[in-house]
């Protein structure tokens, strides 16, 4: 299972982006995917995740903002970041894991290299 997250970039607050993370090597379908980011001095932490039943997940921090979605046929997901915030700057990785969500990093088998997001204020 392989993971490639592309997408960041600087950003001005109150920007968007759209990250993507494409999968290869599995049955895409059936995996949750997520997104986490580490902000630089900090613990890595969920933003977003979608399961295989396209049910969505999302931080308290980043409701209303931010849209994960994924297409099953390109086996990718994306996560779609509006309204962005100085707050918001971190590496972004997607993760994979067979089975239902999870919040947690260490459920996850599966991991994209980062991509950084940088949002200037």
């Known amino acids: 299972v392989q993971l490639q997250a592309s997408g960041g970039g600087l950003v001005q607050a109150g920007g968007s982006l759209r990250l993507s993370c494409a999968a290869s090597?599995?049955?895409?379908?059936?995996?949750?995917m997520a997104w986490f980011r580490q902000a630089p001095g900090k613990e890595r932490e969920f933003v977003a995740g979608?399961?295989?039943?396209?049910?969505?997940y999302y931080a308290d921090s980043v409701k209303g903002r931010f849209t994960v979605s994924r297409d099953n046929a390109k086996k990718t997901v994306y996560l779609q970041m509006a309204s962005l915030k100085p707050e918001d700057t971190a590496v972004y990785s997607c993760?994979?894991?067979?089975?239902?969500?999870?919040?947690?990093?260490?459920?996850?088998?599966?991991w994209g290299q980062g991509t950084l997001v940088t949002v200037s204020s």
């Open positions: 979608i399961d295989f039943n396209l049910l969505t």
């Open positions: 090597g599995h049955p895409f379908s059936r995996y949750s």
């Open positions: 993760a994979a894991h067979q089975g239902r969500h999870f919040n947690y990093p260490n459920m996850y088998k599966y």
